[in-house]
């Protein structure tokens, strides 16, 4: 049985959306949409984090979810961001939100970034660290050539959707 994370975001639900039809999958998230789009789906096991909840992501937050990782294992987070930049890393526009990505990453074997072209350059409030911390994006056609340049130089593999 395959394992992963899912993060909240626009950009995760899209990711999600691709999953229905998959079979022996757990999927453990944070995100109340994720959760009533694949908890239908037979073959599909859903995890639910526990937290503050945010309504604008409709996610579970704070120190709470983030607890919520300690002594998993999976082997592929599908994280979102705000903003990407060479200077800031990753960037949140939630502090909250920081502690539940961290920990994502900590219990997860692969990361994978999905963030479309727009939030390359961007900064939100607070930085989560360096773009180290991705193995793979997936990002849409529109990433510019400097943008794509710089991840590969970061050895992190670009994934056009």
């Keep these: 049985m395959t394992q992963s994370f899912s993060d909240s975001g626009s950009t995760t639900t899209e990711i999600a959306k691709k999953l229905m039809g998959y079979k022996n999958l757990t999927v453990i998230t944070n995100a ?4 009533l789009l694949l908890g239908t ?3 599909i096991e859903v995890i639910m984090t526990g937290g503050e909840f945010k ?3 409709l996610s579970l937050t704070g120190r709470k979810a983030a607890d919520f990782f300690e ?3 999976v082997q592929k987070l599908f994280l979102a961001t705000a903003g990407i930049s060479l200077k800031s890393g990753l960037t949140y526009p939630s ?6 990505k961290k920990a994502m990453i900590n219990a997860a074997d692969i990361t994978y970034l999905v963030a479309d072209h727009t939030k390359f350059g ?3 409030l607070a930085s989560l660290g360096a773009l180290s911390l991705i193995d793979y994006i997936i ?3 529109g990433i510019k050539k ?3 340049e710089v991840l590969i130089e970061n050895e992190i593999e670009v994934i056009t959707a």
Excluded at 32 to 35: E, F
Excluded at 95 to 100: E, N, P, Q, R
């Design 32 to 35: 109340l949409n994720i959760a």
């Design 41 to 43: 789906e037979p073959g």
């Design 55 to 57: 309504p604008p992501t």
């Design 71 to 73: 002594g998993l294992n």
């Design 95 to 100: 502090l909250s939100d920081l502690v539940v």
């Design 122 to 124: 961007k900064n939100a």
């Design 139 to 141: 990002t849409d056609a």
């Design 146 to 148: 400097k943008d794509k």
